[in-house]
T-cell receptor
Framework: DTGVSQNPRHKITKRGQNVTFRCDPI?????LYWYRQTLGQGPEFLTY????????KSRLLSDRFSAERPKGSFSTLEIQRTEQGDSAMYLC?????????????????FGPGTRLTVL | AQSVTQPDIHITVSEGASLELRCNYS??????LFWYVQSPGQGLQLLLK??????LVQGIKGFEAEFKRSQSSFNLRKPSVHWSDAAEYFC???????????FGTGTRLQVTL
């Protein structure tokens, strides 16, 4: 399967612990996005990378959150000192970036998500 | 900033009946508009998109959507619903071709047999 993969699929942790999620995008995609989806809501944008550069961060991404994409391939999202309010589904998506396909839309392909539960 | 409103939280239709899911957006210019479907345990899947041109766009799985600039709407339709269409549907907007998406809160579709 060559789609976007995310690991782990589920994570249960205690409040105050640190957690790290991984996203492996489609191999030729240079853009990678992180979204968060809470119960009953649509996904909300957190941050995105073009290659290894983090180009935009949402106000939702507090200081306890950090994302990296060190070699422009996979990405990690770390949450430090987790809080119960961090419980959500964390979604990753990838796409070809602007400039690589002219003016056509570069569809974002989503992974299955990592469901985080903070007790 | 752009925003999306999906006024229907939950819709139930009988199998074989027609379906229309509503979506209204707020954006200064004509945005890029999308409909995604999310099934339990599955990632979001793109059903269709609108950028410009013909205001009636066709998507996968027999879905279509119509862009109405005067109403700031992009409603999703299907003439005959199948039980497998039961899922959560999200309307989304983006200002550019490779930009972040802003999603609505979703509409959960239940299909009765």
């Amino acid at each position: 399967d060559t789609g976007v993969s995310q690991n782990p699929r589920h994570k249960i942790t205690k409040r105050g612990q640190n957690v790290t999620f991984r996203c492996d995008p489609i191999s030729e995609h240079n853009r990678l996005y992180w979204y968060r989806q809470t119960l009953g809501q649509g996904p909300e944008f957190l941050t995105y990378f073009q290659n290894e550069a983090q180009l935009e961060k949402s106000r939702l991404l507090s200081d306890r959150f950090s994302a990296e994409r060190p070699k422009g391939s996979f990405s990690t999202l770390e949450i430090q000192r987790t809080e119960q309010g961090d419980s959500a589904m964390y979604l990753c998506a990838s796409s070809l970036g602007q400039g690589l396909a002219g003016g056509s839309y570069n569809e974002q392909f989503f992974g299955p998500g990592t469901r985080l539960t903070v007790l | 900033a752009q925003s999306v409103t999906q006024p229907d939280i939950h819709i139930t239709v009988s199998e074989g009946a027609s379906l229309e899911l509503r979506c209204n957006y707020s954006y200064g210019a004509t945005p890029y508009l999308f409909w995604y479907v999310q099934s339990p345990g599955q990632g979001l899947q793109l059903l269709l998109k609108y950028f410009s041109g013909d205001t009636l766009v066709q998507g996968i799985k027999g879905f279509e959507a119509e862009f109405k600039r005067s109403q700031s709407s992009f409603n999703l339709r299907k003439p005959s619903v199948h039980w497998s269409d039961a899922a959560e549907y999200f309307c989304a907007v983006a200002p550019g071709t490779a930009s972040k998406l802003t999603f609505g809160t979703g509409t959960r579709l239940q299909v009765t047999l």
